[in-house]
């Protein structure tokens, strides 16, 4: 199988995960900020807006005693860029885009190496039309406003409007 790639995605590997959580999915769902958690049972995803929270979670991950990264390489835990795939040498998964429906949608996605499923996973309520993979923008860190306006908090994530094309994101 395969899990949804957006924004900053930590990618960890399920077994990994559970051994570090002595196997209490629960507990490692405690310390998960968002609503963006997906699992396919051989990789977990969860998924940032801006790297300052990506770095936060990877360091509660490596608390409990997972490793992010080893002589240049990615071991337990793999960041996963939306638009341009790992952001580290990792051995252990595959990056690319998928086509999610017959209408042509596609997603970036993640899988473990090896696996044979090509079904794709996503968090909970995900519909394509409301998705940073059928709407995104990158703002540069250190620009004020990229051309967003905070609108609301809905259902775990911040709702922007580009200033720039009238959409909500």
């Given amino acids: 199988m395969a899990v949804l ?3 900053i995605s930590v990618v960890v590997k399920a077994d990994s995960l559970l051994k570090s959580f002595n196997g209490n999915w629960e507990a490692f769902k405690e310390i998960v900020p968002n609503q ?3 699992a396919d049972n051989e990789i977990v995803r969860v998924g940032f807006m801006t790297p300052t929270d990506v770095e936060s ?3 509660k ?3 409990q005693g997972l490793v992010f990264i080893r002589n ?3 071991v337990d835990i793999c960041v996963v860029d939306q638009l341009k795939g790992p952001t580290v040498k990792c051995s252990w998964i595959e990056y690319g885009h998928i086509s999610m429906s017959n209408a042509g949608h596609r997603v970036a996605a993640c899988r473990l190496v090896g696996s044979k499923l090509m079904q794709v996973v996503t968090p909970p309520g995900w519909v394509y ?3 940073l993979s059928s709407s995104y923008g990158y703002v540069p860190t250190g620009h004020k406003d990229g051309g967003l306006k905070y609108l609301r908090h809905e259902d775990g994530l911040d709702v922007y409007l580009n200033t720039l094309t009238g959409a909500e994101v």
């Fill in 36 to 38: 963006t958690l997906c």
């Fill in 57 to 59: 979670f990877i360091n």
């Fill in 61 to 63: 991950l490596e608390k």
């Fill in 5 to 7: 790639i957006e924004a």
């Fill in 129 to 131: 039309e409301k998705s």
């Fill in 72 to 74: 240049g390489d990615s």
